[in-house]
Nanobody
Framework: VQLVESGGGLVQAGGSLRLSCTLS????????VAWFRQAPGKEREAVAC????????HYKDSVEGRLTVSDDRGAKKVHLQMNSLKPEDTAVYYC?????????????????????WGQGIQVTVSS
């Protein structure tokens, strides 16, 4: 099983990035995928999730309206479109895949401890 994030980088405040998570080695349609991020000195936090069964999406309140999660089942990818980026969005972003749906406004990463995780990708937003 492998999850690989791509699309990160450096962007100015107000700009956009699209992250992608490519899943392999598992049945894509059976896994729910969440995006987490971890800024220096802070806990890892969940920002978005998409359910495999119905495509339902969930967002952390502070990013809703700026971040959009979607999937491409044919390519076995999950995307995170990030618009109107702010310096406080600077973090390492991770995708995680689980058969379970675990979502709340303050999802803890350890609640997804049995999930498959990507290695993370850096997103830096300059002011």
């Amino acid at each position: 099983v492998q999850l690989v994030e791509s699309g990160g980088g450096l962007v100015q405040a107000g700009g956009s990035l699209r992250l992608s998570c490519t899943l392999s080695g598992l049945p894509f349609e059976s896994y729910n995928v969440a995006w987490f991020r971890q800024a220096p000195g802070k806990e890892r936090e969940a920002v978005a999730c998409i359910e495999n069964k119905n495509g339902r999406t969930h967002y952390k309140d502070s990013v809703e309206g700026r971040l959009t999660v979607s999937d491409d089942r044919g390519a076995k990818k999950v995307h995170l479109q990030m618009n109107s980026l702010k310096p406080e969005d600077t973090a390492v972003y991770y995708c995680a895949a689980s058969r379970r749906i675990i979502w709340a406004q303050n999802v803890k990463a350890e609640w997804w401890s049995d999930a498959y995780w990507g290695q993370g990708i850096q997103v830096t937003v300059s002011s």
